[in-house]
């Protein structure tokens, strides 16, 4: 449509040139009355302008006749209607009626529409390219590995599960996969909204789309073409930017209603000059195309749908997903924010909180000797102490003689020594424990170990459901909002206040049935409360789809694409925070749009009526064109800069 408008344009303005210079108005204003005229210059004028009205007013007339059929008048009911009357007095001039031809306007004022339109696509293209940059991300090629170990270069579309694909330094990963050898960075960044590079080795997945760091991979294909990770982000973009809001609901009334009175005034302003005050036809004729062309709806039809494809886009980049465009702007006016706990605030997996020392040289050393005695243990208890003493980069003795004790605990021989990790109840059995403080971390609901070496106890480790760093910063920021945060779950109440005071959330509901967490928001919403809920959209479906807005953490299932109003692509519950924000600021934009796509009438109008005309101020329908494609760029360029609130 963009190449029409501009095609349409250039070959109009072509035929402009010579209808300037053969209208009887222009040749007086130049001076040129006796220079250009020739026979048949009359006829050659209503040749040329009959041209450029069927030719270059042809979207127009066209969009006239779906608008009337769909009984929903607006812009194209407007500029049709307008360059129609104008042609067709001035065509009835230049066959003899008694008047003054309107051509020369007629021709200008339909190709200024058509560089107005064309500058407005151009303008909404950049605004909704969310879809393209991520339609750019997919290669057109794979190279995949043969039988024999060579690579081929194949299509993508080629590609089936459990091809083998090599992924050089710098290339997009060219499907959903798993890496089977390699290591490497990879980017991430416009697929998931995370902006530092994530360390990929043999056992981890990849995205299609993602951009290969330094390292070469070979990766083993997963999914592919629709099934793909990138290609559902697409989708749910596409669905988004396509579906209406109820802010949309009104600029489309805002736009019927603009198109009824613009069609009215122009026909008052053209019976009060002509009638009333007594001036020419042609002149009438003129203030009322004028009302007519400035008043089209254009930029109010554009206003919304210009932010809801930059804000879906914009979600998109930063890992947000909208599926629901109500929901979205509902979230806007929330006040509470409900938090599934586990997979959600916390991490979901078990780790170390606590470590306590009685007779061992520090906390590494009691952490060090525990993991050694575990690494042979496939408990989660085991794989908790496993991951803490990885994560602080510690070397593990080789251990031998393991042996699980039934509800106990384990044993193990570590540097010729017997080493136990035991449970509180068989620890105290054994005696000999010092005075210390673990049963308050107990009653946080933790799971402490005492561990113990050749008959000491050199300390004793707490273990907990490890809390996300992000849900901190959440919550602080949910606060600043002006939000309360609730944490509803199925865990004891005891494991669930220690949450709660440690992130800081406003109210706990826990030892709740998944099946009774949709009663909760029901619950909440009779006090007055417009609540969303997030989850993992799984055991939360139901919660999610009661919510007034179902926000799911972690696009990986099904149930939350299908059950949440929104999908965060990250498992990060700052993203819910990211979400109220931005729709925050998508309304701001849409209000500003729509304040200035209807108040700019309230000027416009009067002016191209002529009010100001006894003090030497009128409008054509040209300079009416000018002012209306202006204002609709403005409304395309006020909406590109919500990417900077």
């Given at each position: 449509m963009v190449a029409d408008f501009r095609r349409r344009f250039f070959v109009s303005l072509v035929a402009t040139l010579p209808i300037l210079a053969l209208s009887?108005?222009?040749?007086?204003?130049?001076?040129?009355?006796?220079?250009?005229?020739?026979?048949?210059?009359?006829?050659?004028?209503?040749?040329?302008?009959?041209?450029?009205?069927?030719?270059?007013?042809?979207?127009?007339?066209?969009?006239?006749v779906d608008e009337l059929r769909e009984r929903t008048p607006g812009m194209m009911t407007l500029v049709a209607?307008?360059?129609?009357?104008?042609?067709?007095?001035?065509?009835?001039?230049?066959?003899?009626v008694p008047g003054q031809m309107?051509?020369?306007?007629?021709?200008?004022?339909?190709?200024?529409?058509?560089?107005?339109?064309?500058v407005e696509m151009r303008s909404v293209m950049g605004a909704s390219r969310a879809l393209e940059k991520l339609a750019r991300l997919m290669p057109s090629t794979a190279h995949r590995v043969t039988d024999e170990g060579d690579t081929e270069e194949v299509p993508i579309r080629d590609l089936t599960p459990d091809d083998r694909v090599r992924v050089k330094p710098g290339e997009n990963i060219p499907a959903d996969g798993t890496v089977v050898s390699g290591s490497s960075s990879v980017n991430e960044s416009m697929l998931t909204g995370e902006s530092v590079p994530v360390e990929k080795a043999e056992g981890d997945e990849v995205i299609a789309g993602a951009v290969?760091?330094?390292?070469?991979?070979?990766?083993?294909?997963?999914?592919?073409?629709?099934?793909?990770?990138?290609?559902?982000v697409i989708g749910l973009v596409r669905e988004a930017q396509a579906s209406q809001s109820r802010t949309q609901n009104l600029a489309d009334r805002a736009a019927y209603w603009l198109t009824l009175i613009a069609l009215t005034a122009g026909a008052l302003t053209f019976g009060t000059w002509y009638v009333g005050l007594g001036e020419t036809f042609v002149f009438s004729l003129e203030r009322a195309v004028t009302v007519m062309v400035i008043t089209c709806p254009h930029a109010l039809g554009l206003a919304i749908p210009l932010v809801v494809s930059v804000s879906t886009g914009l979600g998109a980049q930063r890992g947000l997903l909208i599926r629901d465009r109500g929901a979205f702007e509902l979230a806007r006016n929330l006040d509470t924010v409900v938090f599934d706990k586990t997979g959600t605030l916390t991490e979901g997996r078990f780790g170390v909180?606590?470590?306590?020392?009685?007779?061992?040289?520090?906390?590494?050393?009691?952490?060090?000797?525990?993991a050694a005695a575990e690494q042979d243990s496939e408990?989660?208890?085991?794989?908790?102490?496993?991951?803490?003493?990885?994560?602080?980069?510690?070397?593990?003795?080789?251990?031998?003689?393991?042996?699980?004790?039934?509800?106990?605990?384990?044993?193990?021989?570590?540097?010729?020594?017997?080493?136990?990790?035991?449970?509180?109840?068989?620890?105290?059995?054994?005696?000999?424990?010092?005075?210390?403080?673990?049963?308050?971390?107990?009653?946080?609901?933790?799971?402490?170990?005492?561990?113990?070496?050749?008959?000491?106890?050199?300390?004793?480790?707490?273990?907990?459901?490890?809390?996300?760093?992000?849900?901190?910063?959440?919550?602080?920021?949910?606060?600043?909002?002006?939000?309360?945060?609730?944490?509803?779950?199925?865990?004891?109440?005891?494991?669930?206040?220690?949450?709660?005071?440690?992130?800081?959330?406003?109210?706990?509901?826990?030892?709740?049935?998944?099946?009774?967490?949709?009663?909760?928001?029901?619950?909440l919403q009779a006090e007055g409360r417009l609540v969303a809920m997030t989850g993992d959209g799984v055991n939360d479906a139901p919660a999610l789809a009661t919510a007034d807005v179902g926000i799911a953490i972690g696009a990986g299932t099904d149930v939350a694409v299908e059950t949440a109003d929104i999908v965060l692509v990250e498992s990060d519950p700052r993203d819910a925070v990211g979400i109220v924000r931005l729709a925050r600021a998508t309304y701001r934009k849409m209000v500003q749009n729509l304040w200035w796509a209807t108040g700019y009438n309230v000027i416009a109008i009067p002016l191209a009526a002529g009010v100001l005309a006894t003090a030497g101020i009128l409008l054509s329908p040209a300079v009416g064109a000018v002012l209306m494609s202006l204002s609709t760029v403005i409304v395309a360029v006020n909406a590109r800069f919500l990417s900077l609130d």
């Open positions: 009887p108005m222009i040749q007086r204003w130049l001076g040129w009355e006796n220079t250009l005229g020739f026979p048949g210059d009359t006829m050659a004028l209503l040749a040329l302008s009959t041209f450029v009205y069927g030719y270059g007013g042809w979207p127009f007339l066209t969009g006239l209607f307008a360059v129609t009357v104008a042609y067709a007095y001035s065509a009835a001039v230049a066959l003899g309107f051509f020369w306007e007629t021709a200008t004022l339909i190709d200024l529409m058509l560089v107005g339109h064309w290969n760091g330094t390292g070469a991979l070979v990766v083993s294909v997963e999914k592919t073409g629709e099934s793909s990770y990138l290609n559902q909180t606590d470590v306590l020392v009685f007779a061992a040289e520090g906390e590494e050393d009691v952490l060090r000797t525990a408990h989660p208890i085991a794989a908790g102490i496993l991951r803490a003493a990885e994560d602080r980069a510690l070397d593990r003795p080789e251990a031998s003689h393991f042996e699980a004790l039934t509800g106990r605990g384990v044993r193990a021989t570590v540097d010729g020594t017997e080493v136990r990790v035991l449970s509180p109840e068989a620890a105290r059995d054994e005696g000999g424990l010092p005075a210390h403080d673990a049963e308050s971390l107990q009653r946080q609901g933790k799971t402490v170990v005492y561990v113990v070496r050749d008959g000491t106890a050199l300390g004793a480790l707490a273990l907990a459901d490890v809390l996300r760093e992000e849900s901190r910063e959440a919550i602080r920021s949910l606060h600043a909002l002006g939000i309360d945060a609730v944490m509803l779950t199925g865990d004891s109440k005891r494991v669930a206040d220690w949450v709660a005071q440690e992130v800081g959330v406003d109210r706990v509901i826990a030892e709740v049935l998944p099946d009774e967490k949709s009663d909760v928001i029901e619950e």
